[in-house]
């Protein structure tokens, strides 16, 4: 099944929780990709991992996982450590995100 299938299905509630988490991995740019005019929806499968990770109820530990595993094959020995750190934040970011889901309903 295609991502946008998969996008097309999601309810009111997870359709703007994943609209978050795209906003966050997109301005993140986090393989460089925008420079290179890539289209919108470069980023969806990364945006659907995260969204998945924290549709299940995971956090800083799985996100964390998730960013060490897409570095290992995407960024160069050199840029990695600064991958790392970066994702770091953005993973507390992302899980802030859920926390204020399950506090607003």
């Known amino acids: ?31 460089d990709l925008w420079c290179t005019g890539c289209p919108y929806d470069e980023y969806d499968h990364e945006v659907w991992s995260v969204f998945a990770i924290l549709s299940e109820g995971g956090g800083m530990k799985e996100l ?17 450590s600064a991958f790392l750190i970066i994702a770091e934040e953005k ?7 859920t926390a204020k889901e399950t506090d607003e309903r």
């Open 64 to 80: 964390t996982e998730y960013f060490h595993h897409l570095s290992e094959g995407n960024i160069d020995a050199r840029r990695r």
């Open 91 to 97: 993973s507390i970011a992302l899980d802030d995100l």
């Open 1 to 31: 099944m295609k991502i946008s299938d998969m996008i097309a299905g999601l309810t009111k509630t997870d359709m703007v929780l994943f609209k978050k988490v795209k906003k966050i991995i997109d301005e993140w740019d986090p393989l």
